[in-house]
């Protein structure tokens, strides 16, 4: 039995909850692909799947409205997977469950999906109502876009029509985005060496952060739990002697993470010692953290005595000497738009293995020359300590459009709607707009969305009333559309 079924609009949640159940993370796309397609067929709507899974559905207009404007609506197929550390689930094959608790959307201890499964309800949604006045139709739903926005960089658009691009992929009822920050995501890898050494085995643990966007939160001030924990084993290494045995953390570069793990050796008889350092490390953070993480976390298990294979001297030292030294978080501010993270960094995912220390990190920024200074900073760090680096899903800003017909069009409508004025602004998160626009010259496009919140991580919760309130929205903007 649908969990959503006296949700309104019926056929926005009813779309949403199918899509739910569907695994849909980044990279593992071809199931929701191929059910989009499944609809067009089922619709008999003319369709394009490409090799990737990107998926495009165009339904004519309506009558009256055969001379309109075409109009692209937008939005990615793929969400981030993330979880809490107890709940059991498997991305690759599980769906999601689903559940309502007030106004809210969730999913049981993991991310909802909502970013951006809310922009293919809504399509589906429209493309399924017959009754519903609109001009031609073009839904291009993207794969892979939370990992570099592969899917709208590859994607053949040649079939299209329209110039007028509503993206359906931003997260605040009323703002509406009218540019954003280009990107890239980085794959860094440091050679290790081991060694072996007789001690007593600790697992640290750093947990209970708030985590987030590392677009739209990055300017929050919240810990990331990699560098914090750089910042944990350099503390214990000042005063103890320690060997770095593992080290694990963070699911998406795209997302601050928010719970770290470190395996270390320690001499048996500083057990002690190191039990008091870190409790005062802690201390430190909590103090300093205690507005933006009010439930950080420090745990550790005492583990038995013997022997260990540890980083040698040399691989520890170059892996706290990144740690501690390698930007993370805003580096600069729009000194154009009060308030706009300009140029920002995240580290997002950590992993020691036999061979290497890697990490995965994004960078963002609305000035393409700060985002090359900031990937040439990357650069020169891990050259220096003896690595390599690898960029990958390099995309360009979306760029402010002086003259838009639709942000008038969207003016009007949300007023008459609703009786208040909307408001247009900027942001630091990378959106599809900037390569699409690239493809199609003379692009005209705004993003907007329903109210959803505490996206990439497991709090993340889509408010019902405003995701019926941006629907309403929509399909007065469609029917104002006539020629």
């Not at 966007?213 to 000042?238: F, P, Q, T, V, W």
């Not at 039990?275 to 439930?295: D, G, S, V």
């Amino acid at each position: 039995m649908s969990i959503l079924k006296n949700l309104q609009p019926e056929n926005v949640f009813r779309y949403f909850e199918e899509i739910s159940q569907i695994p849909h993370g980044s990279y593992n796309t071809k199931g929701i692909s191929d059910y989009l397609v499944d609809f067009a067929k089922s619709h008999n709507l003319e369709y394009y799947q490409d090799e990737i899974n990107n998926v495009i559905i165009i339904k004519k207009a309506t009558a009256g409205y055969e001379n309109a404007e075409p109009v692209i609506i937008q939005g990615h197929m793929d969400m981030v997977c993330e979880k809490e550390a107890d709940v059991e689930i498997d991305f690759e094959k599980d769906g999601l469950d689903l559940y309502v608790d007030g106004d809210f959307l969730k999913a049981r201890g993991t991310t909802l999906g909502g970013d951006d499964g809310i922009a293919i309800a809504y399509a589906l949604a429209i493309l399924d109502d017959d009754a519903l006045e609109h001009p031609r139709l073009e839904v291009v739903i993207t794969v892979d876009e939370e990992v570099g926005l592969l899917g709208a960089k590859d994607i053949d658009l040649s079939m299209l029509k329209g110039h007028i691009l509503l993206n359906i992929d931003s997260d605040v009822e009323g703002h509406f985005l009218t540019s954003c920050a280009g990107g890239l995501s980085t794959h860094i890898k440091l050679p290790v060496t081991w060694q072996k050494i007789t001690g007593t085995g600790v697992c640290l643990r750093l947990h209970e952060l708030e985590g987030g966007h590392s677009g739209i939160e990055i300017d929050k001030e919240h810990a990331n739990a990699i560098i914090e924990m750089g910042r944990i084993l350099k503390y214990l290494e000042e005063r103890i002697s320690i060997g770095i045995r593992g080290l694990e953390g963070g699911l998406k570069d795209n997302a601050i993470p928010r719970d770290v793990t470190a395996q270390i050796v320690i001499p048996t008889e500083a057990v002690e010692e190191c039990k008091k350092y870190i409790e005062e490390i802690t201390a430190i953070l909590k103090k300093e953290y205690a507005i933006q993480e009010p439930n950080l976390t420090v745990s550790y298990e005492m583990e038995e005595e013997k022997e260990y294979d540890i980083l040698d001297f040399s691989a520890m030292q170059k892996i706290l000497f990144y740690l501690r030294n390698v930007p993370n978080g805003v580096t600069h501010m729009s000194m154009n738009i009060k308030g706009l993270v300009e140029t920002s960094l995240n580290a997002g995912i950590m992993k020691l293995n036999e061979e290497e220390f890697y990490i995965s990190t994004s960078v963002r920024s609305s000035v393409g020359s700060r985002k090359e200074e900031l990937s040439d900073k990357l650069v020169y760090l891990v050259e220096f300590l003896g690595g390599t680096i690898e960029f990958e899903g390099d995309y360009p800003a979306w760029e402010y459009c002086t003259d838009s017909k639709i942000r008038d069009s969207v003016a009007a409508v949300y007023k008459d709607v609703f009786g208040n004025e909307p408001i247009f602004e900027a942001v630091h998160a990378g959106l599809e707009c900037g390569l699409i626009s690239d493809k199609i010259p003379g692009l005209d496009a705004v993003s907007f969305g329903p109210d959803n919140y505490d996206i990439h991580t497991p709090k993340e919760r889509l408010s019902i009333s405003s995701t019926e309130r941006v629907y309403r929205f929509l399909v007065a903007l469609l029917k104002s559309m006539k020629a």
